[in-house]
């Protein structure tokens, strides 16, 4: 299960991240602040997600900050009602995590802890993604926290303006 998951959301990540290629695949539903809604598909193969880049991004070796080059690096939420899934939350960082290592998710008080593989990181399960989509909602930033194969570490902040607005729009759209 945890296989599928991951793929499904590789997939969404893959449509999203060549836009320009995939047009016709999926197309962008609308812009709640600073949060994009996506659809693609059909019935039981319909997917929508939204998706959210940092407002700010800090790489840190030691206490020295440091400038990396990094690819794609965002937030997103997807739904796909076909196989049960309402709110997968997962990220795609820019770089490949080390190996074995968590990420730390900070909204408002709240703190959870993502699996990574490869550039990814997503919560456990489906209760870990209801509890962060349910903080996000009443937060205002999230913080992602992560450590590349390098040993550097990574602050991502993401604005949670627009979020439950792209998020109700989005189960609306895959219902």
Known sequence: MLKQAMGAAAMVVALWATQGAAQNTFQSASVQRDWSVFQSGDG???????????????ARRGAARVQVNRGDIYLMVAARPGQGVKNEVSTVIGYTFRPDSKVRLDIGSGTFELFTDGDKAWPENAAADDQIVAAMKRGTDAVLTGVSNRGTTTIDTYSLLGFTAALDEAQKLCS
């Open 44 to 58: 039981g193969a319909r997917v929508c997600w939204i998706v959210s880049k940092p407002t700010k991004t800090e």
